[in-house]
Each structure stands twice: as C-alpha cells, then as structure tokens.
C-alpha cells in the first residue's frame, strides 16, 4: 500500500468511492468527474503505477481487471450499444493517477477516439 496514492486509499475503504464491484483482487467505482452517462473505474487493489506495469508484473491481475471491467459493463447496460475501455498511461496518455486504472465509458455515443 502507498499511504499517499489517492486510489490505495480508495481500495483501503479510506476515502470514500461509491463501489459498484468489488473482488478479492479489483475493486469498481464511479469516477468522480463522469465524463460520460456511465463512467466506472476499475483498479487493481494493489499497487500498481500504470496498466504496463501492472501487465508486465502481474499478468493474471491484468486478467482480472479486465474481467471486472467485462462485467460492470453487462451490469450497466452497456454490452448492446457498446462501450470504451480506456488506459490512460503516462505524459502523452493524459495519466492523472499513477494507480493503474480501467476507464468504463458508456451510455452514449462517445465520439471519436482521440481529439483531433
Ligand atoms: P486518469 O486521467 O489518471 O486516467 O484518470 C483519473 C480519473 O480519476 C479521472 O477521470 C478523475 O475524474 C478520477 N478521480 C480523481 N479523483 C477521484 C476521487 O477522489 N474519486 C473518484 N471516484 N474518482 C476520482
Ligand atoms: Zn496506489
């Protein structure tokens, strides 16, 4: 645990996250900011920087991440019209928290991929 990461303390029960999925290993929040009708994050509840490490490292826990993000996305709807998985990572990715992180995005149409 990294006491001053921001998504630790979210994982630890410390700061407050409205929850919708929780795993031994991932847990699965509302993003504070919603940057669409549906905007989830899921993290590993370990510590790691960024989705690169985190796949490097412990592959099986990338795994997992992704079977959390699959899921909340059947939960909330959107397997029918579609959603994005996003992973923001680094300078250039527009990385804001180094805990690695899945982006949830659905609800409507979400443009195109990157901004012009
Ligand atoms: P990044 O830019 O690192 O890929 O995304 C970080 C995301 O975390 C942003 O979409 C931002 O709105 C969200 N965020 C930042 N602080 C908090 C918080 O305290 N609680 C929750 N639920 N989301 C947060
Ligand atoms: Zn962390």
């Known amino acids: 645990m990294t006491t001053d990461c921001l998504f630790c303390r979210i994982a630890a ?50 795994g997992a991440v992704l079977a959390t993000a699959a899921v909340v996305a059947e939960t909330e709807g959107l397997l029918v019209d579609g959603f994005r998985l996003i992973f923001n990572t680094g300078e250039y990715g527009g990385q804001e928290v180094f805990h690695a992180h899945a982006h949830v995005l659905g609800g409507a149409p979400l443009g195109p991929m990157v901004a012009g």
Do not use: C, M, S
């Open 13 to 62: 029960g410390e700061i407050p996250a409205t929850v919708v999925r929780e795993t031994d290993t991932t847990l699965a929040f509302r993003d504070i900011g919603p940057k669409a009708p549906v905007h989830i994050l899921v993290i590993p509840k370990a510590h790691y920087a960024d989705v690169a490490t985190l796949a490097q490292d412990d592959p099986g826990l990338a």
